[in-house]
């Protein structure tokens, strides 16, 4: 089992540019979420999703959206990318709303 | 407003001492306190939790405590090995409701 996987690893944006990343689980789980962690903010929730076709916004929503269209998948993305959106990003799955599995995490910088 | 704090950014401790990691939380409808460690460079792993009708759990060297009348929770490592050396995050979840996390620890453990 792979777990959950995160494409891709790094990536550098210029101010305005859009992109998507990718979160992949192979267990199952019905719960996805992605969050966003900057130094001294700890993991922030930015949306989640509760099963295949539902989402909903966590703390930090802004400047984001997502979708989930097939139940291993969660897709998060940025249409206009903006420096403070430079942070990593970790991608998390769970069979209910406690314990998670998180993602290796995506390294984004936004120029 | 913070739902659950850790207080401490870092804490050096020596190998073979205990390290207590710090936990409090405002909201007194929680019912499930985790705590999960990350290394840099990695995603956050889950390491122990803990129910709010228990005031202790164990698990090999690490046992969390909960003290729901001063809504605090404490982690503690005996012994503490160098490879303990990580970021340790609170979280808090209520019911239908995502995880709540506190900003990091971050433990050193000295040789």
């Known amino acids: 089992n792979a777990g959950v996987t995160q494409t891709p690893k790094f990536r550098v944006l210029k101010t305005g540019q859009s992109m998507t990343l990718l979160c992949a689980q192979d267990?199952?789980?019905?719960?996805m979420y992605w969050y966003r962690q900057d130094p001294g903010m700890g993991l922030r929730l930015i949306h989640y999703?509760?099963?295949?076709?539902?989402?909903a916004k966590g703390e930090v929503p802004d400047g984001y959206n997502v979708s989930r269209l097939k139940k291993q998948n969660f897709l998060l993305g940025l249409e206009s990318a903006a420096p403070s959106q430079t942070s990593v990003y970790f991608c998390?799955?769970?069979?209910?709303?406690?314990?998670?599995?998180f993602g290796p995490g995506t390294r984004l910088t936004v120029l | 407003d913070q739902q659950v704090k850790q207080n401490s950014p870092s804490l050096s401790v020596q190998e073979g001492r205990i390290s207590i990691l710090n936990c409090d939380y405002t909201?007194?409808?929680?019912?499930?306190f985790l705590w999960y460690k990350k290394y840099p460079a990695e995603g956050p792993t889950f390491l122990i939790s803990i129910s709010s009708i228990k005031d202790k759990n164990e698990d090999g060297r690490f046992t969390v405590f909960l003290n729901k009348s001063a809504k605090h929770l404490s982690l503690h490592i005996v012994p503490s090995q160098p490879g303990d050396s990580a970021v340790y995050f609170c979280?808090?979840?209520?019911?239908?409701?995502?995880?709540?996390f506190g900003k990091g620890t971050r433990l050193s453990v000295i040789a």
């Open positions: 998390a799955s769970s069979y209910v709303y406690n314990e998670q599995f």
């Open positions: 979280a808090a979840s209520r019911g239908n409701t995502p995880l709540v």
């Open positions: 999703s509760v099963g295949e076709g539902t989402t």
């Open positions: 267990m199952n789980h019905e719960y």
């Open positions: 909201n007194s409808m929680f019912d499930y």
